[in-house]
């Protein structure tokens, strides 16, 4: 099979690349390079010992990609790209709404002009809003309480109607909990531009040297620390968790609509984390508490059953091999993929 994969150069999107090069796949990435590096795409090929397409366009300009399925047939597309911050998203939410929802609709028109009607779409637990039950089902009410947030949930929307008005198509909505992680031999991970805006490469530079102190949004949660609580998943687990819904998708005979839940089911807090953190990389990481963020919610933690009971899939991975994986990431890659020659360890001397 030959799929797309729309933002596959970033953190997510190249670790499922690599995961479908090993398991055969016929794989053509499209990336504007906004927050990504090619260099992760050469290490997927290196790692995979098999090559990949790289198609370097923009899923904002529609004849990009009416040139690129002319050019060749696609049996499905995975749909990475899309801009991810929550905080951003507040203070541009005009920029978030273009991309992330005007880019899907182009993608979606390309792709049925074309008749390619299978898409696994990389949702978020956002869409859940500030959840009133935990765990988080997938049948809570949705809602968001950001522009980010709110992009997902326009689009989970979008492919319902879709789905509704034509069931011939194969649509799965992943809803993403926190992803963390790398990939075991530290050859690609999350290289975030600029100040990173998740937890997990924040904690990570910091020991590494290259940020001087971990800001935690809000000690003032209703949580057993204060702090705010997520579901942490490795990017592992959340690549063969898209692997897996293809996989329905395409031994589906017809044509039918999944939304699933990948996560844990265990939520861990900022300063659990940033204990874990300094057990992985032996140092310790200073913090200080700063006011909390516009958007953010107190906890949020998924009840992943229904994913294996539809997909066959659940988490594998713990909290030490997330922080050991990242670790080892940072500590090979300083300065993310510009820097794949020097360790933390000569940095610090």
């Known amino acids: 099979m030959s799929i797309l994969v729309t933002g596959g150069a970033g953190y997510i999107g190249s670790h499922t690349c690599l995961q479908l090069l090993e398991q055969g796949y016929a794989v053509t990435v499209l990336d504007n390079f906004s927050n990504s590096s090619p260099e992760a795409l050469e290490r997927v090929s290196q790692l995979a010992g098999r090559p990949l397409t790289l198609v370097e366009a923009d899923i ?3 004849d990009d990609l009416e040139a690129l399925f002319t050019g060749q047939p696609f049996s499905a597309v995975l749909h990475f790209a899309g801009l991810k911050a929550v905080g951003e998203s507040v203070a541009k939410p005009l920029h978030y709404y273009q991309n992330n929802v005007a880019g899907t609709l182009n993608l979606l028109q390309a792709m ?16 859940y809003g500030d959840p009133q039950q935990l765990p988080v089902t997938e049948q809570a009410p949705r809602t968001a309480t950001n522009p980010y947030g709110q992009s997902k949930l326009i689009i989970e929307q979008i492919l319902e109607d879709l789905y509704a008005a034509d069931p011939a198509w194969r649509l799965a909505c992943l809803r993403y909990f926190n992803p963390v992680g790398a990939h ?5 991970g999350e290289d975030p531009r600029g100040i990173p805006n998740n937890l997990m490469p924040f904690i990570s530079q910091v020991a590494c040297g290259r940020r001087e102190i971990l800001s935690i949004f809000g000690d003032d949660y209703p949580t057993p620390d204060g702090t705010g609580v997520r579901d942490y998943i490795h990017v592992q687990d959340l690549a063969r968790g898209h692997l897996a819904a293809l996989e329905a998708l395409t031994i589906h005979p017809e044509g039918q609509l999944l939304q699933v839940n990948l996560g844990t089911g265990q939520g861990y807090s900022v300063l ?3 204990a874990a953190f300094e057990q992985a990389c032996g140092r310790p990481i200073p913090w200080q508490i700063r006011p909390r963020r516009p958007g953010d919610v107190a906890s949020c933690y998924a009840d992943p059953s ?3 009971r539809l997909l066959g899939w659940k988490a594998e991975l ?3 091999a997330m922080c050991t994986d990242t670790w080892r990431w940072q500590s090979q890659n300083p300065e993310g993929y510009t820097s794949s020659a020097v360790t933390c360890e000569k940095e610090d001397q």
């Open 318 to 320: 713990d909290l030490e």
């Open 112 to 127: 049925a002009r074309h008749e390619v009607r299978t898409l696994v779409f990389s949702s978020s637990a956002t869409v």
């Open 60 to 62: 904002g300009n529609p």
């Open 272 to 274: 659990e984390m940033r």
């Open 306 to 308: 229904l994913a294996e």
């Open 184 to 188: 075991p031999s530290g050859l690609i």
